[in-house]
Nanobody, 113 residues
Framework: VKVVESGGGLVRPGESLRLSCAAPGFAFSEAIISWYRQVPGQARQWVATIIPGGDTRYTDSVKGRFTLYRDVVTNAAVYLQMDNLKPEDTGVYYC???????WGEGTQVTVYL
């Protein structure tokens, strides 16, 4: 599945962003979707996953601050709501469907002091 990530930006600590993961024609309700973060020079790190039925899992550093959910109206996107952002959240964020071997372009999130 070819996904398109969007919604990144340049924010201050404590502010919020909402990232979107979209794939035209793809039914997100049936998919396992994960978000990852990559910082230059480091491996891509898992951030969060949502499974069919809506259950979610988060890496410890974002628990209580990030919320992953589906667009239940259109079933055409998954969103990562990022609240109380911290400088360590900075990176390029990618989403990926579980069975996919390809990556999108990602979206840059920068939290600066």
């Amino acid at each position: 599945v070819k996904v398109v990530e969007s919604g990144g930006g340049l924010v201050r600590p404590g502010e919020s962003l909402r990232l979107s993961c979209a794939a035209p024609g793809f039914a997100f309700s049936e998919a396992i979707i994960s978000w990852y973060r990559q910082v230059p020079g480091q491996a891509r790190q898992w951030v969060a996953t949502i499974i069919p039925g809506g259950d979610t899992r988060y890496t410890d550093s974002v628990k209580g601050r990030f919320t992953l959910y589906r667009d239940v109206v259109t079933n055409a996107a998954v969103y990562l709501q990022m609240d109380n952002l911290k400088p360590e959240d900075t990176g390029v964020y990618y989403c990926q469907e579980y069975d996919s071997t390809t990556w999108g372009e990602g979206t840059q999130v920068t939290v600066y002091l």
